[in-house]
């Protein structure tokens, strides 16, 4: 079983809807939580990082996470064509190392 | 946000040649880098972590022989992909470790170097 298990998809939905993603762990000591989008043949950019359960908004995105299900979503309103990429989650321990597990990623496309 | 800039962004090597690939910090000092492969359509693999001034920790089944790395500086490291042979072929990712303050940490990503061994 991998440590992070994430749906490769790929995703399309049109232009203007709500794209739920999703990660599952099993490791019940990662303490931090991230996205990131990766356009093709580019590193990876750094959405959204979350310590906490709960939610955590910044503009379109949303990152929800809960600590007791293992498990975290990041949501996009109003999704836009250039919201096409492969979504990464990540995880790391409470730890100085900050070594990242990454998901397989998800890939999504926004039909115009 | 940080810059990392990693140089080239693509190679093509002849097999048994060696490849370096260099990342750098470019507005901040980063103590700590690390190294990913990823595979087409594939997450990203840890290789190996990169301390300043110390020897690289590599991850298991990474050989260290023939993935070497070097971080001579707080703003440098590099990678060196010795006698490579096609199955090394991949997406290299390098990020930086970057401290916010508050025990807040960031890594910030390179853009990747696409190596392709003929």
């Known amino acids: 079983q991998k440590e992070v298990e994430q749906d490769p998809g790929p995703l399309s939905v049109p232009e203007g809807a709500i794209v739920s993603l999703n990660c599952t762990y099993s490791?019940?000591?990662?303490?931090?939580f991230m996205w990131y989008r990766q356009y093709s043949r580019k590193g990876p950019e750094l959405l959204m990082y979350?310590?906490?359960?709960g939610n955590k908004e910044d503009g379109r995105f949303t990152a929800q996470v809960d600590k007791s299900s293992k498990y975290i979503s990041l949501f996009i309103r109003d999704s836009q064509p250039s919201d096409s990429a492969t979504y990464l989650c990540?995880?790391?321990?409470?730890?100085?190392?900050?070594?990242?597990?990454f998901g397989s990623g998800t890939r999504l496309l926004v039909r115009p | 946000g940080a810059v990392v800039s990693q140089h080239p962004s693509r190679v093509i090597c002849k097999s048994g040649t060696s490849v370096k690939i260099e990342c750098r910090s470019l507005?901040?000092?980063?103590?700590?880098m690390f190294w990913y492969r990823q595979f087409p359509k594939q997450s990203l693999m840890l290789m190996a972590t990169?301390?300043?001034?110390?020897?690289?920790?590599?991850e298991q089944g990474v050989e260290k022989d023939k993935f070497l790395i070097n971080h001579a500086s707080l703003t440098l490291s590099t990678l060196t992909v010795t006698s490579a042979h096609p199955e090394d072929s991949s997406f290299y990712i390098c990020?930086?470790?970057?401290?916010?303050?508050?025990?807040?940490?960031?890594?910030?990503f390179g853009q990747g170097t696409r190596l392709t061994v003929v």
């Open positions: 490791n019940s000591a990662f303490q931090y």
């Open positions: 507005d901040f000092q980063a103590t700590t």
């Open positions: 990169s301390n300043e001034g110390s020897k690289a920790t590599y």
């Open positions: 990540a995880m790391s321990w409470m730890d100085s190392s900050y070594k990242l597990i």
């Open positions: 979350t310590y906490s359960s």
């Open positions: 990020s930086a470790k970057r401290a916010l303050g508050q025990g807040n940490t960031e890594a910030f």
